[in-house]
């Protein structure tokens, strides 16, 4: 071969050598990546002022950044505002944003974006089911009412980068409200030329986030495709190309799902932690749901706390959670232990034992519950619950405990937990064996589950006093709350409304391929920004 020729072909070679490698390396690359999830349902609307499903709260996690961020430690950082100042007395925040912030069109993220979005949050007419939660804010709750004008609001815009926020009352949490939905910014006059359409369709939002859902991202009822937004500047820059999220029902086995590449991270029931760890998933694990047995407290017997006490006075906890689901620890508080409150965890300033205690007199109280109450019979009584073999065994013992009791029989209904959810919002039941999992580390979260207007609502609780109960707490400054919350969770367990069972560790697995997701412990968020997928080819 002349030198030329074999030169020549050297070159050739090396050139589709490198070639190769560069196509092999792009592969390889995370920013290239396009990850798959998972929701059950269409989300309500993507309004952060409006929405409260947390089908909703996760997709607009990853298409809105608010003032603060939080990280996998739940632990506020830097969003859109840089840094903040706080007052010696941590009743004034000063928040500075970011020059290049921005949103998807182009448009300066601006102090007035925040304001404006805390004022629809607040103002009655939007109705905002979350409005309370802001109510920490200085006049934000007499707002609300209706009792004082927007423009007292404590919340001013000095200039386009400088936020001045003033408080009631001194909140510890308050940075970690700054980055939820309600506390999002919004474009006024994009939001005024949607008339009223704003979030219920891809091309009615505008994000600042990590990700935006394209013009045609959005097919109703079928999936959600989020895109890195070109437009996002923050420090930090995200790390995959998007998400595709799928709408519809969960897998029948999360584990050959991920596995399969279907889906790359999901929530994980509790009977594949074992072969999730066999196959070197990552996982993430929270204990933040109870699960306890209700009684429809509509029903006109079950309506009597002392028919209630009586039967729960029965049941020999030991006896009765002989078993367990897996992932699971039985426990007697209503509030889990992930709640805090002051800054520190509320079960240690609050104790334990709030439960109705077993007593060998059960049989006798509840007929003489009866004879008070001038009640020949209880009500035939069906158990709800879910149809996992655990829960199978422990609904039985209930089952033959209250046969000896009462003297009748009694079944149960095994159902999907969706289905059970769904039956226990529409009230089709008389006793209930349900999951309670508050929207955050609030105690308060879990005991607004109670409350009349609650739509999730395990005891279908309509009582006057137990509503004034939660507001007064709402209105109490966090340092003064402990002892009203510790009032009105004894009120829901010494009266029988709702006797707590086990704590049940919520699992999240991604591949093993899969780094950087951060779940969010309340209201089933994910956060997408450092979500790395490699590959090996």
Known sequence: MKPVKLLFSL???????????????????????????????????LDPQI?????????????????????????PCAGVAEFWNVSNHEMTYTFYLRDNAHWQNGDRVTAENFRYGLCRAIMPSTGSPTASTLFCIKNADRINRGELPLSELGVKALDATTLKIELEYPDSDFLTLMASPPAMPCHQQFFEETAGQYGREADKLLSNG????????????????????PEYGGKDVPVPAGVNIVIGESPA???????????????????????????????????????????????????????????????????????????????????????????????????????IAYSSTAKADLQKAMTKLKIDELPKMT??????????????????????????????????????????????????????????????????????????????????????????LMLLPEQNALYATIEAEKYLQSNGVFYPLYTESRYYAAAPNVTGIIFHPYGGEVDFFYATKTRDD
């Open 253 to 355: 086995n999360v584990c050959d799902a991920i596995l399969s590449e279907e889906l790359d991270c999901y929530a994980l029931p509790g009977s594949e932690v074992a072969r999730a760890q066999e196959n070197a998933l990552n996982l993430t694990s929270f204990g933040d749901t109870v699960w306890g047995i209700a009684f429809n407290t509509q029903n006109e017997v079950l309506a009597h706390s002392e028919i209630r006490r009586a039967l729960l006075s029965a049941l020999d906890r030991n006896y009765l959670l002989s078993s367990l689901p897996d992932g699971c620890t039985a426990g007697d508080d209503l509030i889990p232990a992930s709640a805090r409150m002051n800054g520190a965890s509320y079960r240690e300033q609050a104790g334990s034992g709030f439960s």
């Open 11 to 45: 070159m050739m070679c090396a050139s589709l050598v490198f070639s190769l490698a560069a196509c092999k390396e792009k592969k390889a690359v995370p920013e290239d990546e396009i990850l798959c999830y998972n929701i059950t349902y269409e989300p309500d609307t």
């Open 383 to 472: 158990i709800l619950c879910t149809n996992d073999e655990a829960t199978q065994k422990i609904v039985n013992n209930m089952i033959e405990t209250w046969n000896k009791v009462t003297g009748s029989y009694l079944n149960k209904n095994p159902v999907s937990l969706a289905e059970l959810k769904d039956d226990v919002s529409d009230g089709s039941f008389r006793v209930v064996v349900a999951p309670l999992t508050a929207g955050g580390d609030d105690p308060i979260n879990t005991l607004s589950l109670f409350t009349s207007d609650s739509s999730y609502n395990p005891a279908q609780l309509h009582d006057t006093a137990y509503d004034e109960m939660v507001g007064k």
């Open 210 to 229: 990590a990700f935006y859902i394209r013009s045609s991202g959005w097919e109703h009822d079928k999936s959600i495709n989020l895109r890195k937004n």
């Open 51 to 75: 929405a409260n499903d947390s089908a909703s709260r996760l997709i607009i996690r990853n298409i809105f950044e608010g003032l603060v961020r939080l990280d996998e430690n739940e632990t």
